[in-house]
């Protein structure tokens, strides 16, 4: 029997990497759904919980002269 | 071949569960969001999720269980991982998911001992994550999710599940089990766990009772059937079974990250 066989019986299968893709954008579907199109920014920054520092970009945006 | 990582349980907490899994597969939303319908997930979801459960303190982030089952996309974890952020605040993870398709859903148990789930994606180093899935069973998913997470320097803090079968919300193996799996199969049992890619500490509590209840005939036919599926060189490292008692080889377990300083968070 070879790998392929032994995995085809037990019901394993690698994903493609199209599928994969797939999956993210059905994960980006039902996010969009419930929590907005901006999901990704989700929840601002200085609302995370145990966040007591501010977000990393602040810091570059500082005028340090 | 996708690898498998696991750890050991160390105090990972037990499941948290919303709802018990005859109300859940009675749900009228069930089927439809099982089969991929995100109206389905998301309407199953609002009804079914208890945040208040949730009460880990520091948590931060969540990942759901993102996975084709038997070839059909499965909305209830992600559906709850949305309405979950939503509701405590977490971030969501939309970047992890199964690399393969192993078919659980109406699987028997030796077919989930041998067709491990598989992840891939990048997740934040340092979150702090809470993995959701729609019903624990074995525990396998999340024992494999849970070690990619920590292998991408994140740790999983907990677990919660809509539902979970009879026995299952304990992940970790009480240490009587444990102390009578390696009892009845040292050898095998850790034999098996190499071939899959990890450490005979590792297996969760249903798993470990049910290689506990098999013969050593059916012990050795899981280990030729991995052994065919996943090769002999995938082991970890076999050692004999006399050095095995005198050493405890967790040395190439990963170990969960170190907290960053306060600076990089």
Known sequence: MTRKEARARVGIRDLKSKEIDELKEFVDEIYTRVLGPDWRNFPAKSAKPGNSTPPSDASTTVDKR | MPTIYRLPWGDFPDVIVHATVSKLKAHPDYASAKAGDPSAGIRLALELVKPEKITFPIVDAIVPVVQPDAGRKNAIPIAVAAVLA????????????????????????????????????????????????????????????????????????????????????????????????????????????????????????????????????????LIQAAQAIYGIGYSLGRTEHSQRHSQTDLTRVQEPPKEPPAHER
């Not at chain 2, 992840?119 to 849970?146: M, Q």
Request: glycine letters at 6%.
């Open chain 2, 86 to 221: 939503q509701r405590l605040g977490l971030e969501p993870v939309g970047t992890i998911t199964q690399s393969n398709d192993v078919a659980h859903t109406s699987a028997n148990a030796p077919s989930r001992i041998l067709a491990q789930p598989a992840f891939s994606g990048k997740i934040r180093p340092y979150a702090r994550v809470l993995i959701v899935d729609d019903v624990v069973t074995f525990g396998s998913t999340i024992a494999d999710l849970r070690g990619w997470i920590h292998q991408q320097r994140a740790v999983a803090i907990g677990c919660t599940c809509l539902a979970a079968a009879f026995g299952s919300t304990k992940l970790k193996p009480p240490e009587s089990i444990r102390e009578q799996l390696d009892q009845h199969h040292y050898n095998a049992h850790r034999d098996l766990a190499e071939t899959l890619g990890f450490f005979g500490e590792c297996w969760t509590n249903r798993e470990a009772r049910f290689l506990l209840q098999q013969p050593p005939e059916t012990m050795l036919q």
